[in-house]
């Protein structure tokens, strides 16, 4: 009888055991599913203003996108959804406020809420070293990005705000091995992000090595070269470069720029950058870049952005001082008559989470 017992008894505590097991070991996956979800993002707020020139309703700004506003100003608000499984997933990356309806200019064309969709793409994980990806997505080229947080400099490059910033189509991105990769993309021309609605299409190519890429486009007549790139000459000072050309074959209108971004970690939470950059213009491309335009139709500019970067847990603290000097008078002074050149201060905040 006794044996009996102990039998059963065994029987029953192997039986909560393996409940035990099944249950913690659906818990794990359950969480493992939701942790697969996840909601980021950045919220962004600057003060702007001038020095050498007017403020107020009389108010100027450098050619470039972004941080233009006048005194206490608005950056945006982004928030992305993204879906990582094991082959395939996506992103939603939706915008709020002037920096996001700047980035996606010509996006409402076809829906009301147009204006806010900075991203949206799925993917598919082929395999371990080809990734497909369809949708919209944010441009390959260009050292600076649309998301303040992952810039050094709060206020934008010439180079950025006149090369492409997002594109609408097909990629093929593959590793190669041995640091090399690739990418290949067919897609609208260059920003229509919500439909073509012209019957032409770009194509784009990336190859890269090391973290240093070579990107080329090619959007309705026009083709662009760019490389972008950065160094670590030490363990605290690191050096960014993003080099460009742009020409259209139709008006001959063209583009050259180079930046370097040499960037000091003075401590933990501090880092001080510099970003020098030389930009220059074809043709009707001068005055389009808002850097003045010659008899020739030739302009160029010399940018020069000094930037501070203190960290306060997930608070990035931003003061930055710039000075763009034009071959034209493409500025105004105190006095509201032409200069060639235009000094600004600013200082933002930008929250991670």
């Not at 950025?160 to 690739?182: E, I, Q, R, V």
């Not at 971004?261 to 213009?281: A, D, H, V, W």
């Amino acid at each position: 009888m006794k044996t009996i017992i102990s039998a059963n008894y065994i029987k029953k505590m192997a039986f909560l055991a393996l409940a035990s097991i099944s249950t913690i070991a659906f818990a794990q996956e359950t969480e493992e599913a939701k942790t697969k979800f996840e909601f980021s993002g950045t919220v962004d707020a600057y003060y702007r203003t001038n020095l050498t020139a007017p403020n107020g309703e009389d108010a100027i700004a450098p050619g470039s996108s972004f941080a233009n506003l006048d005194g206490f100003a608005l950056g945006m608000a982004n928030v992305i959804g993204t879906y990582e499984g094991e082959k395939v997933g996506f992103v939603a990356d939706l915008v709020f406020g002037p920096r996001g309806t700047d980035a996606i200019f010509a996006s409402p064309m076809y829906s009301a809420t147009g204006d806010i969709v900075n991203q949206l793409y799925v993917y598919w994980n082929v395999s371990e070293d080809i990734t497909l990806t369809f949708g919209n997505f944010n441009t390959f080229l260009g050292y600076e990005v649309i998301s303040p947080a992952s810039n050094f400099n709060y206020s934008t490059s010439y180079l950025f705000s006149y090369g492409p910033f997002s594109h609408t189509g097909l990629k093929a991105d593959f590793d190669l091995g041995n640091d090399w990769s690739a990418m290949l993309a067919v897609m609208n021309p260059t920003d229509l992000t919500e439909l073509n609605g012209t019957g032409d299409y770009a194509v784009g190519a990336q190859l890269g090595y090391s973290g240093q890429f070579l990107n080329f486009l090619y959007s309705q007549g026009g083709f662009e070269i760019d490389f972008t790139g950065g160094f670590d000459i030490s363990e605290d000072f690191f050096l960014g470069v993003n080099a460009a050309h742009f020409s259209q074959e139709d008006n001959g209108g063209s583009f050259t720029g180079v930046a370097l971004y040499p960037q000091l970690k003075t401590s933990e939470n501090f880092t001080i950058g510099l970003r020098g950059e030389y930009f220059m213009t074809g043709d009707s491309f001068g005055n389009t870049a808002g850097i003045g335009s010659g008899s020739d139709g030739d302009a160029n500019v010399l940018a020069l952005t000094l930037t501070g970067s203190a960290t306060i847990g997930d608070l990035i603290l931003k003061p930055e001082i710039r000075l763009d000097s034009s071959s034209e008078d493409a500025f105004i002074d105190n006095d509201s008559a032409p200069t060639s050149s235009l000094a600004s201060v600013l200082f933002a905040a930008i929250y991670s989470f």
